[in-house]
């Protein structure tokens, strides 16, 4: 290829085209697709087992230490390791393999959030709630996890807004929704309608996923806002 | 031979760890590029956090930064990067990662000013120090606690998102496991654990180190802070 190839080559590459989308829009769909399906399924696995945990490390003092201990160990390995440990395992063409690696990273965000959220529940509505006669699992439905919940919602934001960027990563593999176009497009001769596309699709992902747990938070605590 | 055998194999070849572009460079590149971001980020982060902590001004925008980074996918970053004026090779994989080191240097930089006792600033004012005296005799002695966290934050997040560098053959230790992966499973799934644990193990030691220079810098009475800004620091971008 001679130099004026390449120059013409990148003339002819722009970094946004409305043709590229218009040709691709059911390989972009399909990404953003599989990226949405990934972020929720993995939020919500992460959720299934961080609010326990956090609600077992609020009851059991001595357990907050090696929870929070063990989940900060488990986000500090880089994510790319992780991969590594896991799909081996799994089988690298299967999105578990980033789907585990996900669940894991999220865990912390969201026990570390859930158990600020408990540590916050005043003294007084507890005590009034043991006054009434609730018992321990009772408490915690009706009095201690809702009491929570804006702590628990801000967990489950970050954890979101992350778990989105963090997808990407599964492009190593061809299972990383997005990153699949954003790493494909850096491949295919660098071509940057593609990578950008990609690229503010996630962001966008991210931004709507995150205003939609802010009205959500909004729906579920009507008190926070009438104290203002 | 099953993958923990060939992994074990793997890390007892020394030329494995030798050979041009073994696990010796590897491990150059990945401490050369991220010791880059991190100081980048510290050289444009420290002293817009500790002026908007000493003007007490900002906040939003340190806010607005960080979600904004953390909404970023690192991949992107390191994609596009090359493909500006930046062109290829090390610079634009630097640059990228400075950008996830940036947040956590900013935030805590201007907590660590910010949180400084008001009676104490106003007492070094009573004493007739100057804004610049205050800053440097008063405000940021306190705050070194939150200097060094937010340090050791973006330093191992760094070093684990060095690792991303291999999507775009930036090089890093993260290239052993790119490689395996590309050449597949059941050719070199040994390869692949054995990258996986060399890339775990530096992001450990990294934070077991910078935990162990935090003490050291940290003096004994602003101690019991430390343990709070561990989990105040909220711990952005994804690695």
Known sequence: MSLRDLAYQDAANPWFSWDYIRTNSSTILDALGEHVTLTAEAVALAMVVAVPLGVVAYWFRPLSGPILALSGVLYTIPSLALLAFIAPAVGPTKSTSVLIGLVLYALLLIVRNTLAGLNQVPKEAQEAATGMGYGRFGRLIRVDLPLALPGILTGLRLATVSTVALVTIGALIGKGGLGNLILGGFQNNFFKAEILTGTILCVLLALVLDLILIGAGRVLTPWTRRAR | ?239
């Open chain 2, 1 to 239: 031979m099953n993958i923990v055998e060939s992994a074990w194999v793997y890390l007892n070849d020394p030329l494995n760890w030798t050979n041009p572009g073994g696990i010796l460079d590897r491990l150059g590149e990945h401490l050369v590029i991220s010791a880059a971001a991190v100081a980048i980020g510290c050289v444009v982060a420290l002293p817009i956090g500790i002026w908007l902590g000493h003007s007490g001004r900002g906040g939003g925008l340190i806010v607005l930064v960080s979600d904004l980074t953390l909404a970023i996918p690192t991949v992107a970053l390191l994609t596009i990067l090359p493909l500006t004026f930046l062109s290829f090779g090390k610079p634009p994989i630097i640059v990228a990662l400075a950008v996830f080191a940036i947040p956590p240097l900013l935030s805590n930089a201007y907590t660590g000013v910010r949180q400084v006792d008001p009676e104490t600033r106003d007492a070094a004012k009573g004493m007739g120090l100057s804004g610049a005296q205050l800053l440097r005799r008063v405000e940021l002695p306190l705050a070194v606690p939150y200097l060094a966290a937010g340090f050791r934050t973006a330093a191992v997040q760094v070093v684990a998102t060095t690792a991303l560098a291999s999507y775009v053959n930036g090089g890093g230790l993260g290239q052993i496991i790119a490689a395996g992966f590309g050449l597949g499973i059941a050719a070199a799934g040994g390869q692949i654990l054995a990258g996986g644990v060399l890339v775990a193990a530096l992001a450990l030691a990294v934070e077991g180190i910078l935990a162990l220079l935090e003490r050291l810098v940290t003096p004994a009475p602003l101690r019991p802070l430390r343990r709070k800004t561990d989990r105040e620091t909220i711990a952005t971008g994804a690695a």
